[in-house]
C-alpha cells in the first residue's frame, strides 16, 4: 500500500537533547513537507522540500533541521536550540505544483521532560 | 495576516442532526480550497477540495462544501452526522501566488452526541 509513514509514533526527549523524527513515503512525492500542531493553532509550517537535496524554511523553522537525501525520506531534526519543542508533528507530501493535494502521515508526538 | 478563519472551535450536534462548518478566507483573488479531517493522535485526510468550477463541491464521507465568492466563504456540511464523524475538522488555502504552501484554519472539533 502506498503510504506516509512517520516514526515513532510517541517520542520523549531530555531538556537539551536533539531529536529526529523520521518520515518515509512510497507514494513517488517530489515534495515533502513538515508542519507542527499545537491545540488552538492549526498546522503550521515548518520546512519543505520540492526536490531531492532542497529545501525551504516555512513560517516556524527557528530551531528545527531537515535533510532531503532521497526522494522517499525527510527527517527532521528538532534541536536543543528549539524553546518549546513539544507538539504534535506531522509530515505530508505532495507532487510538486499548484495546489496539489498534500498527503499526511499519522504524525509524531513529541514531549520534552 | 490571517489567510484561512474557522469561526467556531467547538460544536456540538446529535447524531442525525445536520451539520456546517465555517470557513471564511481572506484573499483577493479565489484560492485553492481544502477540507481535512482528523481523528484523535492520527493524520489528516482529505475531504474535498475546490479549484474552480461548480462551487458545490461533494466529497467523502457523505460530505460537501459551498464556495460563495460573495462571503469568502468555503463552508462544509453534511446532512446527517454519524458518531465516526467526531474529530477535528480543517480548512485549508493554497493561494495563488505562494506555489503549494498550505495555510491552515485553527479547526473545529465536532462532537457528536447520542
Known amino acids: 500500500d502506498g503510504g506516509i509513514t512517520q516514526s515513532p509514533k510517541y517520542l520523549f526527549r531530555k531538556e537539551g537533547q536533539n531529536v529526529t523524527l523520521s518520515c518515509e513515503q512510497n507514494l513517488n512525492h517530489d515534495a515533502m513537507y513538515w508542519y507542527r500542531q499545537d491545540p488552538g493553532q492549526g498546522l503550521r509550517l515548518i520546512y519543505y522540500?520540492?526536490?531531492?537535496?532542497?529545501?525551504q524554511k516555512g513560517d516556524i523553522a527557528e530551531g528545527y533541521s531537515v535533510s532531503r537525501e532521497k526522494k522517499e525520506s525527510f527527517p527532521l531534526t528538532v534541536t536543543s536550540a528549539q524553546k518549546n519543542p513539544t507538539a504534535f508533528y506531522l509530515c505530508?507530501?505532495?507532487?510538486?505544483?499548484?495546489?496539489?493535494?498534500?498527503?499526511f502521515g499519522p504524525g509524531t508526538r513529541l514531549t520534552v521532560l | 495576516a490571517q489567510s484561512v478563519t474557522q469561526p467556531d472551535i467547538h460544536i456540538t450536534v446529535s447524531e442525525g442532526a445536520s451539520l456546517e462548518l465555517r470557513c471564511n478566507y481572506s484573499?483577493?483573488?479565489?484560492?485553492?480550497l481544502f477540507w481535512y479531517v482528523q481523528s484523535p493522535g492520527q493524520g489528516l485526510q482529505l475531504l474535498l477540495k475546490y479549484f474552480s468550477g461548480d462551487t458545490l463541491v461533494q466529497g467523502i464521507k457523505g460530505f460537501e462544501a459551498e464556495f460563495k465568492r460573495s462571503q469568502s466563504s468555503f463552508n462544509l456540511r453534511k446532512p446527517s452526522v454519524h458518531w465516526s464523524d467526531a474529530a477535528e475538522y480543517f480548512c485549508?488555502?493554497?493561494?495563488?501566488?505562494?506555489?503549494?504552501?498550505?495555510?491552515f484554519g485553527t479547526g473545529t472539533s465536532l462532537t457528536v452526541i447520542p
Open positions: 505530508a507530501s505532495s507532487i510538486p505544483g499548484v495546489a496539489d493535494t498534500q498527503y
Open positions: 485549508a488555502v493554497v493561494l495563488g501566488n505562494t506555489g503549494n504552501q498550505f495555510y
Open positions: 522540500s520540492q526536490i531531492v537535496n532542497d529545501f
Open positions: 484573499y483577493g483573488a479565489t484560492p485553492y
